[in-house]
């Protein structure tokens, strides 16, 4: 399974952007989802660097394997689960 988030719509809401980082986090490993794809846009790329901090919290990073930026597309972030 697979989960998609698309942030274009709250590209300048901070509050928003985490609150929907979350959300989709807490559904995947609800649903033992195996990838979210996350997409901040291309933009100036202060988006993207907000999702990838906000990935590599302590107790966000816990919950993941890894995280995959696609390198076809600058836009769009990967997050793998594992799940025994």
Known sequence: MKLKLDLHDVYNRGG???RQLRDIIDEA???KAKLVEIIPGKGSGQLKKRVLRFLQQKEIKALYHRVEKDSDNFGRVFV???WK
Do not use: A, L
């Open 80 to 82: 793998h689960f594992r």
């Open 16 to 18: 928003e952007i985490d």
């Open 29 to 31: 490993v609800e649903k």
